[in-house]
């Protein structure tokens, strides 16, 4: 199984599209898509994700071969999590990305080709706040960081929840590794974020003081893929999102297994991985009006914080009805 790794650390937005552009010839040289295929017959589809807990359906898939079994060759490109994932599907170095509804929507606005084809897992309890130690109200914090996505709207979220304009925070933009080093050396008060790197600032000076849910907020992951290659390939994404379905359950059943898979595919510890396992619903549906009733919830939120400069089409991004007809 190939994997490929990218790190954005340090990155500014010059440099992720910098990076973007290397990132589609290194991949195009070597490695075959979906419209060729792999040594054994079958097409090959690049799937972005991050490297956490919450993607122990892909992990386990792979480790039991259950999308070889369904008659497509699946590479996992591993990114540091955040809109990295879309933003490789954007670039073409993957034809489909899981990411959250949060972090999705802005990508939409700057790809229009963007397209959500389902859910496959939410939370509300799997992103936290971390606090410095000392520090002991929300009223004291007066610098955070954040990744991209769903990381900034649950920051802002938290901050409004708490009386506090964001705009009175320095909200530093960093990646999930470098995070909680940046609160153990003092430089930053708080941070919201997922596992396992929530965790880790709980043991690096600081004290985890709730989860997202406390102050409203509740993601949703997507399967996306850009419509240039959808289109000519429904059939293929609809194999992977059936494979995803089920290996949901197997989650849901066996989170042993699928922890021990986790740590073959991202080094986790297993023990780590399997007491967050139960914070995440692995459930696929398809896209419903709910969701994009939140959705427009969403980019409002980041219009009215001049996060976003116009929405996308909802309409046309989330593809209600994909799901049942492709993947159930």
Same mark, same amino acid.
């Given at each position: 199984?190939?994997?490929?790794?990218?790190?954005?650390?340090?990155?500014?937005?010059?440099?992720c599209?910098a990076?973007?552009?290397?990132?589609?010839?290194?991949?195009?040289?070597?490695?075959t898509d979906?419209?060729?295929v792999?040594?054994?017959?079958?097409?090959?589809?690049?799937v972005?994700? %991050?490297?956490?807990a919450? *993607?122990?359906? $892909?992990?386990?898939?792979?480790? /039991? =071969?259950?999308? #070889?079994?369904?008659?497509?060759?699946?590479?996992l490109?591993?990114?540091?999590?955040?809109?990295?994932a879309?933003?490789?599907?954007?670039?073409?170095?993957?034809q489909?990305?899981?990411?959250?509804?949060?972090?999705?929507?802005?990508?939409?606005?700057?790809?229009?080709?963007?397209?959500a084809?389902?859910?496959?897992?939410?939370?509300?309890?799997?992103l936290?706040?971390?606090?410095?130690?000392?520090i002991?109200?929300?009223?004291?914090i007066?610098?955070?960081?954040?990744?991209?996505?769903?990381?900034?709207?649950?920051?802002?979220?938290?901050?409004?929840?708490?009386?506090?304009?964001?705009?009175?925070v320095?909200?530093?933009?960093?990646s999930?590794?470098?995070?909680?080093?940046?609160?153990?050396? %003092?430089?930053?008060?708080? *941070?919201?974020? $997922?596992?396992p790197w929530?965790? /880790? =600032?709980?043991? #690096?000076?600081?004290?985890?003081?709730?989860?997202?849910?406390?102050?409203?907020?509740?993601?949703?992951?997507?399967?996306?893929?850009?419509?240039?290659?959808?289109?000519?390939?429904?059939?293929?994404?609809?194999?992977?999102?059936?494979?995803?379905?089920?290996a949901?359950?197997?989650?849901?059943?066996?989170?042993?297994?699928?922890?021990?898979?986790?740590?073959?595919?991202v080094?986790?510890?297993?023990?780590?991985?399997e007491?967050v396992?139960?914070?995440?619903?692995?459930?696929?549906?398809?896209?419903?009006?709910?969701d994009?009733?939140?959705?427009?919830?969403?980019?409002?939120?980041y219009l009215?914080?001049?996060?976003?400069?116009?929405s996308?089409?909802?309409?046309?991004?989330?593809?209600?009805?994909?799901?049942?007809?492709?993947?159930?």
């Amino acid at each position: 199984m190939h994997t490929e790794k990218i790190s954005r650390r340090g990155a500014t937005a010059v440099g992720c599209t910098a990076l973007a552009l290397v990132l589609v010839t290194a991949c195009s040289a070597g490695t075959t898509d979906s419209a060729g295929v792999s040594a054994a017959g079958k097409p090959t589809v690049r799937v972005a994700l %991050g490297v956490d807990a919450s *993607y122990a359906p $892909f992990y386990l898939a792979v480790e /039991r =071969g259950m999308f #070889a079994k369904a008659g497509v060759n699946v590479e996992l490109v591993k990114t540091e999590g955040g809109p990295a994932a879309s933003e490789a599907v954007s670039a073409g170095t993957a034809q489909i990305s899981a990411n959250a509804d949060s972090t999705a929507l802005p990508l939409m606005v700057n790809n229009p080709d963007l397209r959500a084809l389902g859910v496959f897992q939410s939370s509300d309890r799997y992103l936290k706040v971390v606090l410095r130690d000392g520090i002991k109200s929300p009223k004291q914090i007066r610098t955070m960081a954040s990744i991209g996505g769903l990381g900034l709207y649950s920051t802002h979220r938290y901050l409004q929840h708490n009386g506090i304009d964001p705009k009175s925070v320095k909200i530093l933009q960093s990646s999930p590794p470098e995070i909680p080093g940046m609160l153990e050396q %003092g430089s930053i008060d708080a *941070y919201v974020l $997922f596992e396992p790197w929530a965790a /880790r =600032g709980d043991a #690096a000076g600081g004290h985890i003081a709730g989860t997202i849910g406390d102050f409203g907020v509740k993601y949703v992951q997507w399967l996306l893929a850009d419509q240039s290659w959808l289109k000519d390939n429904e059939e293929i994404a609809g194999k992977i999102f059936k494979v995803v379905a089920a290996a949901d359950k197997l989650v849901t059943d066996d989170p042993a297994a699928a922890a021990k898979a986790t740590k073959q595919q991202v080094k986790l510890p297993e023990e780590q991985t399997e007491k967050v396992l139960p914070e995440i619903t692995f459930t696929a549906r398809g896209i419903d009006d709910a969701d994009v009733a939140e959705s427009k919830k969403i980019v409002d939120f980041y219009l009215v914080q001049k996060l976003v400069k116009k929405s996308p089409e909802l309409g046309t991004t989330l593809l209600k009805g994909w799901y049942e007809q492709n993947a159930k």
